[in-house]
């Protein structure tokens, strides 16, 4: 079983900065593509940035520039540092494995969410 355990959500002001951690854990073998997925009340779960285990990353229009995903394979451990936060960037934030192959069953390819960490920026 692959569990992913997110952190660091909290209040923060507008213009603030936050960094979310990710770890997941279990018998895992490899994870190809780790990243972190955001909703808004009453919005669709959008992808805000991923990052492969070479290193490719991938930003939506909305955070380029003021969030950096970063990765440390050898934890399997995924980080979300959140500059210049705005009120439009409220919301739950989900964290994603992608491709990803355990050791009791190397073969297959599977995808593990979080439960989602709150971050609040006021105005």
């Known amino acids: 079983q692959v569990q992913l355990v997110e952190s660091g959500g909290r209040l923060v002001q507008a213009g603030g900065s936050l960094r979310l951690s990710c770890v997941a854990s279990?018998?895992?073998?490899?994870?190809?593509?780790m990243g972190w997925y955001r909703q808004a009340p009453g919005k669709q779960r959008e992808l805000v940035a991923s990052i492969t285990s070479g290193g490719s990353t991938n930003y939506s229009d909305s955070v380029k520039d003021r969030f950096t995903i970063s990765r440390d394979n050898a934890k399997n451990t995924v980080y979300l540092q959140m500059n210049s936060l705005k009120p439009e960037d409220t919301a739950v934030y989900y964290c994603n494995a992608d491709g990803v192959r355990t050791y009791y069953s190397p073969s297959r390819r599977e995808v593990y969410w979080g439960q989602g960490t709150q971050v609040t920026v006021s105005s």
């Open positions: 279990g018998s895992i073998f490899s994870i190809n593509a």
